[in-house]
């Protein structure tokens, strides 16, 4: 049984910084792809960014593109979202998502296989 639990959401001011974690039992998380996805109310889910299980590639949503970053720490088992020159466009709940069966950073939610609770990034203008 795999579990997936964020951490690091809160309150913070336009501009600042913020570091969501990612943290997974029941299975290692080198083996594994990681997305990273939020949902604010009254919107869609939307793609933030992923990892590759293999070879560390990743891909960001143009909406947060050279302003977030995924690393994972394999030793920790945790892969991290530092996020960088919050908008309140930010502001949403956060979502990390994993496979164990594709090497992939696609932006289709459909084809990760388990989902955390989520974290609440608020971004105050």
């Known amino acids: 049984q795999v579990q997936l639990v964020e951490s690091g959401g809160g309150l913070v001011q336009a501009g600042g910084s913020l570091r969501l974690s990612c943290a997974a039992s029941g299975r290692a998380f080198s083996f594994s792809a990681v997305g990273w996805f939020r949902q604010a109310p009254g919107n869609e889910r939307e793609f933030v960014g992923a990892i590759s299980r293999s070879d560390g590639r990743r891909y960001y949503g143009d909406s947060v593109k050279g302003r977030f970053t995924i690393s994972r720490d394999n030793a920790r088992n945790t892969v991290s979202l530092q996020m960088n020159s919050l908008k309140p466009e930010d502001t949403a709940v956060y979502y990390c998502?994993?496979?164990?069966?594709?090497?992939?950073?696609?932006?289709?939610?459909?084809?990760?296989?388990?989902w955390g609770q989520g974290t609440q990034v608020t971004v105050s203008s």
């Open positions: 998502a994993a496979t164990f069966t594709r090497d992939t950073t696609t932006p289709a939610a459909a084809q990760y296989d388990y």
